[in-house]
């Protein structure tokens, strides 16, 4: 036994997987210490893209500090006109026919540049005479954006910050070296993951989802591999009409396939039952034949064995015969079994979830229903909302990966081939 | 490393007991018999007859033999006796009166006058549990649950030292620790706790090596010289069986087609079936005819 | 003297097991063979007989390396060749290896025809269907098979037929070196007649020039093989006619063997039946001195730390011992 698991854990491909699915594990359990929120709760309206979210009122609450970056002018700049804009409006101007040969995408040019534009630029112009390259409408909106964000752009303006009302406002002047501390900010949220179609945080629905479906797919997992090595068991070892009834209930189970079974049985116990455990034990209790028949495969091999016949003849019962001769000559096969009935139970819920069969959206997310989320509210039809969907699909592929790679690794040390 | 195999003093000893040479045993009481034991297969569309109509009497304290080639039928013969299989048709006798293992009590009684040994040494233990549960468990067998552990490691040691081998060196062990001689010797110490009656040993020196050999034949014959066991030993091997036998069955396709004391049967056999197959068995003393093969027969 | 067909020098193979350990199961075996003989190799199980089968091919596959040692067959040395070479040019044409229970080793859906043009595309050698058809048709004739079995599925076949079809077809191509290892232990003894009828007649109209015969069964050896060679423990320890190994052994392994025989004859009963105790070394670690010491009755302490040579007394007949013979011939003599 001992020599058996320091061959498992020696085993590299066992190993990454382990090491894969311990880390998802661990991040299920412990995310929830630093973050506390509760991941169904909706922070906006719609999609957020990932990034940082600073309340610019609490901002303008907080205490400032004077901080003066080097590149702080240039960067206002920049943020105003980037560089593929200022390419664009000296490609504009070449296309007029003004001289270009001074001009260029530095920051030193920027005000000549801005000169030439403002000396050029006029909108009716570029419509009636359609210069070349920009000929189009997209392409003379783009230049109506550019213009607009010139003429809007305020930089070195004088900013103040006006409080209260009327009479007893308070003006305070903001300085362009005037900087607040984020995290002294009263309300501020990093969302790495940005918000799905609720509103709610991506990565924290995330983790909580994940922690879900593998709940999900443990609970499956269990009840497929019980189920599955009880009649696995009797059927093999007793053969005879026992075997006959036992595979033909097996065959019904094989041929129905689960979700019309889910859809009957949320049929009858109605909205409100339609919880993570009912979908758990469905799951489990449509997708054990697989299980059965392996199981019962390796039973029908065992139990013409002399050890079977000699405990036999030693007048053991029925039951010792089974657990102590039979069982853990197959142990083996159950475990790999089980690992494999939890994976598919993962991917089984995913599947239900996607097609609306899933637990109730209201209690928990699960990696299925936020995948359904994703495709329902058009993550990635019109709103390119990558990150409510693509971290998801990949969190699936890795639990269902790892999951399969400790069960290779598995299946090397139980069953070794002739290697060099 | 395999535990090195004990040579004491009666290891060295050569011969093979020979205290029942040319004993008649038709004067014995019966011990096991049949009239007209079947069994047929059904598997889908096609029906084996495996055993057909065997007729036999074994005596007590006898060694019997029933010699066949593979197919012949004498595996699922075995499992008739043994009672692992019932019969589709025929009776079994047992000391005298039809035999009746109907329930489970009943086969576990019947189990007490009849064991076995089986031809592969490595699959008759549990590779899971150490050696000693298979002596602890005929000492159970035979009542003693409730014996002082001292008693019990005084009988397991008896009943290795019968074999040769040392128990206190064995405890403990797994079955894959041990070699396949020292297993199969086990297999007969386990016997030694349990005296059934009836011993049947299918094939029990046919994965063992030729030198070794003698040493597990020798111990059979001891405890049935000691027991008065009688022995029902399944062989594919023709001159072991003339070597050992009180009395030899020869098995083909499920019929015994002769039957008798091995002088006879060997050396002046009467079936056809068993002409040939003295005849086709490579010998030292007697030519191998090789002529008379006819390479063109089918034999199917 | 007839030419030497096959001749080993100091060959030595060794298994790696999976922890790295080398096991070298062939060590140091040296044997030659002439044309038209048969030699038959006898020893308990593990004593390297079948893994010195697999060594004679000059095919090694992992966990089987080759480790030094010269095989020369008609002249040409094959050791230590590259593999694919060895597989286009050795295999089938100078040395066929027939494995244990290879009549089992049949693809089941190809017809048996088929087998043999697959040797024969596999050694690239240019003919046509009908060619190999016709060859095939002649040989199987020759050999006593009913030219029918061409036909047919491996299936259809008795296991009798079957072995004698694979032996056929392993030999279409006359090597020179025949290597059968345990060829009719499965079978029941009328087939094996059969098997070994026709390997002899391979042998004696020379479609074959050679035969080397594994079996633990030396009844069998004794009326199939000119010469009979003894293994233990990864080494050669005697070598003799058949006549004079199973009447006159010298090696005391040997005589232990040759006395554990059983046949069906008139004396058997009467004769005691002798086993040795003990098992083999561990070849992982190899004893020092003579490997059957602990196990022989007439070692003597000097055995246990002294190895004895292969020593040659004349007339092909080697043991290895460092009992000089007459000394072991008397003690056998009053033991009898």
Aim: net charge negative.
């Amino acid at each position: 036994m001992k020599n058996t698991l320091r061959n498992v854990f020696h085993s590299p491909r066992f190993l990454v997987g382990f090491i894969i699915f311990m880390v998802m594990v661990l991040t299920v359990l412990i995310y929830p210490w630093f973050v506390r929120r509760d991941p169904l709760v909706s922070l906006g309206k719609g999609f957020l893209e990932p990034g940082t979210y600073v309340s610019v009122y609490d901002a303008n609450n907080t205490g400032t500090y004077r901080v003066e970056l080097p590149e702080a002018a240039e960067k206002r700049l920049e943020a105003t006109l980037p560089t593929e804009d200022r390419q664009t409006m000296i490609d504009y101007l070449k296309a007029m026919g003004v001289d270009v040969s001074g001009l260029d995408t530095s920051n030193e040019k920027m005000e000549d540049l801005l000169a030439a534009w403002n000396a050029n630029y006029d909108e009716a112009d570029a419509k009636k005479n359609k210069y070349e390259g920009f000929a189009t409408q997209a392409k003379r909106n783009a230049l109506r954006r550019i213009d607009n964000k010139i003429k809007g752009s305020n930089n070195d303006v004088a900013m103040s910050v006006v409080r209260g009302e009327g009479d007893d406002a308070t003006v305070t002047t903001v300085e362009g070296s005037d900087y607040v501390k984020v995290n002294e900010v009263a309300n501020s949220v990093t969302l790495p993951l940005g918000t799905d179609n609720f509103g709610r945080d991506t990565l924290t629905e995330l983790v909580k989802a994940t922690g879900v479906s593998l709940i999900i797919g443990l609970i499956a997992g269990t009840i497929a591999t019980l189920l599955g090595l009880l009649v696995g068991l009797l059927a093999g070892y007793l053969g005879g009409i026992v075997d006959d009834i036992l595979m033909f209930i097996a065959n019904i189970f094989t041929v129905i396939p689960g979700f019309v079974l889910l859809i009957l049985i949320y049929y009858s116990v109605g909205q409100e039952a339609r919880g993570v455990t009912t979908c758990a034990i469905v799951i489990g209790v449509t997708s054990w034949v697989w299980t059965a028949r392996s199981v019962r495969s390796q039973v029908i091999s065992l139990r013409n064995r002399d050890h079977v016949n000699l405990s036999k003849l030693s007048g053991h019962s029925l039951f010792r015969i089974v657990t102590t001769d039979i069982l853990p000559y197959i142990a083996s096969y159950v475990v790999m079994a089980f690992i494999l009935q939890v994976s598919s139970g993962i991917l089984a819920e995913a599947q239900l979830s996607l097609l609306g069969l899933g637990p109730k959206t209201t209690d928990v997310p699960t990696l299925g229903l936020m995948m359904n989320w994703a495709k329902l509210f058009g993550a990635y039809t019109s709103s390119n909302a990558w990150w409510a969907y693509f971290p998801v699909i990949l969190v699936i592929a890795l639990t269902s990966f790892s999951l399969n790679l400790m069960n290779t690794g598995l299946d090397q040390v139980f069953n070794p081939t002739l290697r060099d | 490393m395999k535990t090195d195999e004990i040579r004491t003093a009666e290891d060295t000893r050569e011969s093979v007991s020979f205290g029942t040479r040319d004993k008649d045993f038709s004067k014995e009481p019966l011990c096991l018999s049949g009239r007209g034991v079947t069994r047929v297969f059904h598997t889908g569309k096609v029906t084996t007859v495996a055993v057909d109509h065997v007729d036999f009497d074994f005596h007590k304290g006898e060694l019997i033999s029933i010699v066949g080639e593979s197919g012949s039928g004498k595996t699922t013969l075995s499992k008739m006796l043994l009672g692992l299989l019932d019969p589709t048709e025929g009776e079994i006798m047992f000391q005298g009166k039809p035999r009746d293992i109907s329930t489970g009590a009943k086969k576990r009684e019947y189990w007490k006058g009849i064991q076995a040994i089986f031809q592969d040494p490595f699959s008759s233990y549990n590779v899971f549990h150490k050696i000693d549960s298979v002596l602890l468990d005929c000492i159970n067998m035979r009542g003693g649950k409730t014996l002082p552990k001292e008693k019990k490691i005084e009988m397991m040691t008896e009943a290795c030292g019968f074999v040769n081998l040392k128990f206190a060196e064995l405890t403990n062990k797994y079955p894959f620790e041990l070699s396949g001689g020292q297993m199969q010797r086990l297999m007969i110490a386990r016997i030694f706790l349990l005296k059934p009656n009836i011993l049947l040993a299918d094939e029990p020196t046919s994965m063992i090596d030729a030198c070794s050999r003698a040493t597990i034949l020798d111990m059979l014959l001891k405890l049935r010289d000691e027991t008065g066991m009688t022995v029902i030993f399944i062989t594919h091997d023709i001159g072991l069986a003339y070597y050992i036998s009180d009395s030899v069955y020869i098995m083909e396709h499920g019929r015994f087609v002769e039957s008798g004391k091995p002088d006879k049967v060997m050396l002046e056999p009467e079936a056809p079936y068993t002409k040939r197959l003295i005849s086709d068995v490579p010998k030292i003393h007697e030519p191998w005819d090789l002529s008379t093969v006819d390479l063109l027969q089918d034999a199917k | 003297m007839a030419k030497k067909i096959l001749e080993v020098h100091e060959l030595t193979t060794k298994y790696i097991t999976r922890q790295g350990e080398d096991v070298y199961s062939v060590d140091h075996v040296s044997l030659d063979i002439e044309e038209g003989k048969s030699l038959g190799i006898a020893g308990e199980s593990g004593c390297g007989k079948s893994t010195l089968a697999l060594s004679l091919m000059g095919y090694y596959f992992a966990p089987l390396h080759y480790t030094s040692g010269e095989i020369i067959i008609d002249g040409k040395n094959i050791s230590g060749m590259d593999p694919d070479v060895v597989r286009k040019t050795v295999l089938g044409t100078e040395v066929a290896y027939i494995p244990q229970a290879a009549m089992n080793a049949m693809n089941p859906t190809r017809k048996v025809g088929k087998f043999i043009e697959d040797v024969i595309f596999a050694h690239e050698l240019k003919m046509t269907k009908e060619e190999i058809r016709e060859m095939a048709e002649q040989r199987f004739a020759k050999l006593g098979l009913p030219v029918d079995a061409l036909d047919k599925y491996s299936v259809e076949l008795s296991g009798g037929m079957r072995q004698r079809v694979v032996i056929a077809i392993s030999t279409i191509l006359s090597p020179k070196v025949l290597i059968a290892d345990e060829p009719s232990s499965a079978l029941d003894v009328t087939s094996q007649k059969m098997v070994i009828k026709m390997m002899k007649d391979m042998l004696n109209t020379g479609m074959v020039k050679s035969m080397i015969f594994i079996t633990h069964e030396l009844p069998l050896l004794y009326n199939v093989t000119d010469d009979i060679m003894v293994m233990y423990a990864g080494q050669i320890v005697e070598r003799g006619t058949a006549h004079e190994m199973v009447f006159d052994p010298i090696h005391p392994y040997s005589r232990g063997l040759m006395r554990s025989i059983l046949v069906p004859e008139e004396g058997t009963r009467d004769v005691k039946l002798t086993a040795i105790p003990g098992t083999p070394p561990n070849l992982k670690h190899p004893p020092a001195g003579c490997r059957f010491a602990d196990r022989c009755r007439y070692a003597n302490p000097s055995c246990k730390v002294i190895t004895p040579p292969l020593l040659d007394i004349g007339g092909g007949r080697t043991y290895r011992c460092s009992l000089p013979v007459e000394q072991l011939k008397e003690v056998y003599a009053s033991e009898d």
